[in-house]
T-cell receptor, first 120, second 111 residues
Framework: GAVVSQHPSRVICKSGTSVKIECRSL??????MFWYRQFPKQSLMLMATSNEGSKATYEQGVEKDKFLINHASLTLSTLTVTSAHPEDSSFYIC????????????????FGPGTRLTVL | QKEVEQNSGPLSVPEGAIASLNCTYS??????FFWYRQYSGKSPELIMSIYSNGDKEDGRFTAQLNKASQYVSLLIRDSQPSDSATYLCAVKEGLTYKYIFGTGTRLKVLA
């Protein structure tokens, strides 16, 4: 159980185009999903927290107009990188939290396989 | 700014040895701690979670937590070449659901 998928796994696009990445919880309903970005040889940096039916909460320094997040259902969140530029090339990883699992301290995130974005 | 610190390595150990990975964190309120393994180009996979002071063992892995010292470690016994990866320490921020990741320690197990 607790499987999270991402699509696409890899995308190459031209500078100035927009790219949409999907994150799906396959066997549970995810009240909250998280989007991370990882540059080469660096750690995962949280970009935003996405709650179903409400606006995403962005971390400091993340441009909300550039990284559009939609969490329209309990099993799907999307991240759209608008007007992508080469500096947006990175590994984007989503995770999902399964609700109702007792105390919050025991609540774990389940990670998707990641999407490698390359902007030419 | 809440931080999670790890030695970036690489930490090289011979096959069969014990690998010891360390992590310190700054948020005294944190209650949940995780160790993830990440192979190059792949997403992190959970190895261990630990919530209480002391040791928690799972197969060849033992996580140790000392909240007073704000320190969490991971021991890998009988290290195998397949254990070669980057190990990420993650701390749940305070009483929120957010994770803060360390920069990771690269482990090399030499055959």
């Amino acid at each position: 159980g607790a499987v999270v998928s991402q699509h696409p796994s890899r995308v190459i696009c031209k500078s100035g185009t927009s790219v949409k990445i999907e994150c799906r919880s396959l066997d549970f309903q995810a009240t909250t999903m998280f989007w991370y970005r990882q540059f080469p040889k660096q750690s995962l940096m949280l970009m935003a927290t996405s709650n179903e039916g409400s606006k995403a909460t962005y971390e400091q320094g993340v441009e909300k107009d550039k990284f559009l997040i939609n969490h329209a259902s309990l099993t799907l969140s999307t991240l759209t990188v608008t007007s992508a530029h080469p500096e947006d090339s990175s590994f984007y990883i989503c995770s999902a939290r399964e609700p109702g699992q007792g105390l919050a301290i025991y609540n774990e995130q389940f990670f998707g396989p990641g999407t490698r974005l390359t902007v030419l | 700014q809440k931080e999670v610190e790890q030695n970036s390595g690489p930490l090289s150990v011979p096959e069969g040895a014990i690998a010891s990975l360390n992590c310190t964190y700054s948020d005294r309120v944190s209650q949940s701690f995780f160790w993830y393994r990440q192979y190059s180009g792949k997403s992190p996979e959970l190895i261990m979670s630990i919530y209480s002071n002391g040791d928690k063992e799972d197969g060849r892995f033992t996580a140790q937590l000392n909240k007073a010292s704000q320190y969490v470690s991971l021991l890998i016994r009988d290290s195998q070449p397949s254990d070669s990866a980057t190990y990420l320490c993650a701390v749940k921020e305070g009483l929120t659901y957010k994770y803060i990741f360390g920069t990771g320690t690269r482990l090399k197990v030499l055959a």
